[in-house]
């Protein structure tokens, strides 16, 4: 069985930081937790996901499937249908994405006020 070395993401060199900065991406985040309810068409998702663009949301689908995060499926019709779904893997980064979002919602009136107190300290 072959071994792998190990990862640190504190080490400049290490590849697992690639991963890394793209789970730290803001429009990563809030595509994982839009396909956490099921799958979901691109105009859908970009409506989820407000004020993505759709260049952005294409490059962002891609990264996710590349890394296996995301599958694309395409459905032979008329017109044509394509869905995006969590992989297994991508379920996995939902539980922590989320808890990120609700810190964000539940401390946005804290992070505001230090705001209002660093920018009244540098002003002055």
């Not at 032979?76 to 297994?88: N, Q």
Request: aromatic share 8%; hydrophobic share 40%; with cysteine.
């Amino acid at each position: 069985m072959p071994e792998f070395p190990a990862f640190d993401v504190m080490t400049a060199t290490c590849p697992s930081r690639t991963s890394l900065a793209r789970i730290a991406n803001k429009w990563t985040a809030m595509v994982v937790i839009a396909l956490s309810t099921g799958p979901l068409r691109f105009r859908d998702l970009r409506t989820r996901v407000d004020g993505i663009s759709a260049k952005v949301l294409t490059e962002t689908l891609r990264d996710l499937e590349r890394d296996g995060i995301i599958t694309r499926q395409e459905y032979a019709e008329v017109p044509p249908r394509v869905e995006y779904e969590l992989t297994a893997l991508g379920r996995t980064l939902y539980g922590p994405l989320q808890a990120l979002g609700l810190w964000a919602e539940e401390h946005f009136d804290e992070v505001l006020a230090a705001r209002e107190r660093y920018d009244a300290r540098e002003s002055s």
